[in-house]
């Protein structure tokens, strides 16, 4: 059962790719490779080279289409690509520049820029560009890294019903290779009996799509090789290499689950129970012993008698030990329930179920919910039946990202080399019928009588200069046949083909640096690369970009679920015009007290970022022109001579650069030592003032002490009298008051010697 399920899978293969190449694509492919064709100037059939050469036509081509297609590469080429990680929260800021660095860690070890480019001539020579992201599990010792390669567009079978420009809809994505059993063997080792089961005969290859002659042909494709040679020498069979991408529908659940503190945070959670019921046991001591003294006091008034006092003394010990032990519970209870997290995570549907018999997990578990994610799935098979693996990977969307240059809303887009088919033959044709017109005026022909010259001698040296040529007496001389002139249509027609070539495809000759006219500065060259790129710049924002963008996306995707471990990487990044290089880490394990790993310190595969295409960065800088405006910049001072030169293509500017800064230190050195001599000139000045000032002071204060000693002399003689007038005052009362006194007791007396 599981054979014949397995056969089913590689037939599902192949039909799929009966499928795709139907009808529609073998025209796009037609249309595409002559397209190529004269981009490799491959633009003469056998048929019109040998009707050229019966009529003794010349059958040499102008390639016009190649100088406008290598611009339009250089422009869109000129630099590598970047991508911007922008952090979800605050916490994801660092990781997301992390991201920046790994993205152009990933794009040198890949050789991003000649991938790039490649994928780039594609689009605009066979209509369309492949990306392809995948990991080289042996890189890096094993550990593997994320790798940017790029496809043949030929061997590219999409769904024929998508309508995405980037093919995000389509039901599949299938490369199809035609590889000889040896590659295969060297590629799947492990399938290595499989493979030699494949019958010969299984390559598909579908025939030649191209108009050229193989034989006659000025280049050699991989669809002219139809064998191999093995290792032994023996012919080794080419067979049928199918790699299937689909988009499937996995269940997971995203579970809530309650994370307990870990130890560490148990000791510190249980130091600050100590403290807080600590704190509380004093107060309910200071209560429980009011409570007693209460107590004591009423058994001492009498009020209760002392066996309700003893009773009364242990029921309240009783409820302040049990107030403490509750207090204890409820602090622990409160302190855990707040270090207690709930996290989530997201696992598969199946790892779910199989967790869920577990009861420690159940317990755990706050809450779930069910959710659907899209993943691609990867189905391999070779030949008609054979089945060689399967797998999910890890991401959303095709690791098949496709740079189409004009969009047809179809999988089928058309090259710019194919509006340029029809210039490139007219031209052709107008310099064939003027080289074949000067021919026959530098050679002429000539009428003569049958046996009035020696032919051979007349074929020989009719051409050379100086020649004397004998013709027969009795007979009229040859009379040479002039070619009619030239018409100047043929002129004008290849100027004109030479103008509409560059009209259509938007690139003028000016953009080329084949312009009769100066340009008077910079600002007009820059000028030139505005106005003649505009087109292009419309093609870069609206396919170019947009798919860089996405395959950021899918870059990120593929990074963070492969690099999970700890990871350093190391990058040499151009700095202010110096390469520096620059080591990031990812994962950084973090242990507790007891040597074991809690958590990770710039966890790359958890982070939430967004990532996006810087846009126009990979279009050309003008290096005079912006030289020119960092000079001005330097002359209005905008900028110092060491950011200037950074910029510039001097030699040896690096140790440039060293030396500047040492001057510019040392004079700054200098400078302050001026300034301190300054400032010590300055101090010796103040201090001689000071010293002089010092003396006059001196004199004041000793002016001064003796005028204070007069005065303290003063205050004592003055706070003596006031005492000896205050003792003499109070004095004065007391015999005031005495005598008061005595004059109230004779008064009293007397009246009570009245009333007797």
């Known amino acids: 059962m599981a054979k014949r399920g397995r056969k089913n899978k590689a037939e599902i293969n192949k039909r799929l790719w009966n499928r795709a190449n139907g009808s529609h694509r073998s025209k796009w492919r037609s249309k595409s490779q002559t397209g190529y064709d004269f981009y490799l100037d491959d633009q003469i059939t056998k048929g019109e080279k040998d009707n050229l050469e019966e009529s003794g036509m010349p059958t040499f081509t102008i390639n016009r289409i190649l100088p406008i297609i290598e611009i339009m590469k250089y422009f869109v080429t000129a630099n590598s690509p970047r991508w911007k990680a922008v952090g979800a929260t605050g916490d994801d800021v660092d990781i997301a520049q992390v991201h920046s660095d790994i993205a152009d860690y990933c794009w040198y070890l890949s050789n991003g820029k000649s991938v790039y480019g490649q994928v780039i001539l594609d689009s605009l020579v066979k209509g369309i560009g492949y990306f392809l992201l995948d990991v080289d599990q042996d890189a890096d010792h094993g550990k593997g890294d994320v790798i940017f390669s790029r496809i043949d567009p030929y061997d590219v079978f999409v769904d024929p019903s998508s309508r995405d420009f980037l093919f995000r809809d389509a039901a599949f994505i299938m490369v199809k290779k035609n590889m000889s059993k040896t590659q295969l063997r060297n590629l799947f080792p492990q399938y290595s009996r499989k493979i030699n089961k494949v019958s010969s005969g299984n390559s598909d290859a579908g025939g030649m799509y191209s108009q050229r002659d193989v034989q006659d042909s000025k280049t050699t494709q991989p669809e002219d090789i139809l064998s191999s040679i093995d290792p032994d020498g023996e012919t080794d069979d080419i067979i049928g290499y199918y790699e299937n991408y689909t988009k499937i529908k996995v269940p997971f659940v995203n579970v809530f689950m309650q994370i307990p503190p870990s130890p560490i945070e148990m000791d510190q959670i249980k130091k600050a129970v100590e403290v807080q019921v600590q704190e509380f046991t004093a107060e309910i001591q200071v209560r429980l012993e009011e409570k007693i003294a209460s107590l004591e006091q009423s058994f001492e008034d009498g009020d209760i008698i002392e066996g309700r006092f003893a009773l009364e003394v242990e029921k309240a010990q009783k409820e302040s030990e049990l107030a403490i032990e509750q207090k204890q519970s409820e602090i622990m209870s409160m302190a855990q ?74 999988p089928y887009p058309i090259s710019a080399t194919m509006p340029l088919i029809g210039k490139q033959q007219e031209i052709n044709k107008a310099h064939q019928i003027m080289i074949h017109n000067a021919n026959l005026s530098s050679n002429l022909r000539w009428m003569y009588e049958e046996g009035s010259v020696d032919e051979e001698e007349w074929e020989q040296y009719s051409s050379s200069p100086g020649a004397l040529l004998k013709y027969r007496q009795g007979f009229n001389p040859p009379t040479p046949i002039l070619p009619a002139p030239i018409n100047n249509a043929f002129y004008t027609i290849t100027q004109e083909g030479k103008g509409d070539a560059e009209y259509i495809s938007g690139v003028p000759s000016a953009m080329m640096g084949f312009t009769q006219q100066q340009a008077e500065t910079y600002r007009g060259l820059l000028a030139n690369d505005e106005f003649g790129t505009r087109r292009l710049k419309s093609w870069m924002g609206t396919v170019v970009e ?127 030592l001026g300034e301190s001599l300054k400032d010590r000139e300055g101090t010796i000045e103040t201090l001689e003032r000071q010293l002089v000032q010092a003396g006059i002071k001196m004199k004041v204060n000793d002016a001064g002490n003796e005028v204070r000693k007069d005065l303290l002399e003063t205050e004592s003689q003055q706070k003596l009298l006031r005492g000896m007038m205050k003792n003499e005052f109070e004095i004065a009362k007391r015999d005031i008051k005495r005598e008061v006194k005595a004059s109230i007791k004779e008064d009293q007396e007397k009246e009570l010697d009245d009333n007797s």
């Open 546 to 672: 947009p798919g860089l963008e996405h395959l950021g996306k899918v870059f990120q995707q593929i990074a963070q679920k492969h690099y999970t471990i700890d990871k350093v990487f190391r990058i040499v990044q151009p700095e202010a015009g110096v390469n520096e290089e620059k080591e990031i880490r990812i994962n950084i394990p973090v242990y507790n007290d007891y040597g074991e790993a809690i958590s990770r310190w710039m966890d790359y595969e958890t982070a939430r970022f967004d990532v996006r295409v810087v846009a126009g960065a990979t279009m050309p800088v003008n290096r005079w022109a912006l030289l020119e405006e960092y000079f001005r910049w330097f002359q209005s001072g905008l900028i110092d001579d060491i950011s200037m030169i950074a910029e510039t293509d001097i030699r040896n500017k690096k140790q440039l650069i060293e030396r500047k800064s040492l001057y510019s230190q040392l004079q700054s050195q200098i400078e302050g």
């Open 337 to 410: 329930d707040e270090a207690t997290k709930v996290d989530q995570h997201i696992m598969s549907k199946e790892d779910f179920e199989i967790r869920m018999k577990s009861d420690q997990f159940v317990k755990s578990v706050v809450d779930f919910v069910d959710f659907y994610e899209t993943r691609i799935k990867l189905t391999c098979s070779i030949g008609d039946d054979i089945f060689l693996y399967e797998y999910e990977l890890p991401i959303t969307e095709y690791p098949i990202i496709p740079i189409p240059y004009m969009y047809t809303g179809t």
